[in-house]
């Protein structure tokens, strides 16, 4: 069983940055390939970016490459999201995913835990 909880969500302008945090329970969460998806109201949960349970692997959708960067510390059993030069429609609710020796991968049916999700609203 793993629990995973979101923070560092809020309100910022467009342009901004926010730092997202995901905590992790468990003793072998290095062992755990993990990711970002957010979603919008009325939207499906979309895909942002993932790590490798490994470590040595990312991947970022297009929409965020440049501007988003996904890191993990496993001594802190926590994985990061590092949000720069943010848009209006990087809106929405950011939730955290994890799966057991997962590759940094897209399909959010991959994933066997999630966290409850933290808003991040950008404002113009």
């Known amino acids: 069983q793993v629990q995973l909880v979101e923070s560092g969500g809020g309100l910022v302008q467009a342009g901004g940055s926010l730092r997202l945090s995901c905590a992790a329970s468990?003793?072998?969460?290095?062992?755990?390939?993990m990711g970002w998806f957010r979603q919008a109201p009325g939207q499906e949960r979309e895909f942002v970016a993932a790590?490798?349970?490994?470590?040595?692997?990312?991947n970022y959708a297009d929409s965020v490459k440049g501007r988003f960067t996904i890191s993990r510390d496993n001594a802190k059993n926590t994985v990061y999201l590092q949000m720069n030069s943010l848009k209006l429609e990087d809106t929405g609710v950011y939730l955290c995913?994890?799966?057991?020796?997962?590759?940094?991968?897209?399909?959010?049916?991959?994933?066997?835990?999630w966290g409850q999700g933290t808003q991040a609203t950008v404002s113009s």
């Open positions: 790590i490798s349970w490994s470590g040595r692997g990312t």
């Open positions: 995913a994890a799966g057991y020796m997962l590759p940094p991968t897209s399909r959010p049916y991959e994933y066997t835990y």
């Open positions: 468990g003793r072998t969460f290095s062992m755990y390939g």
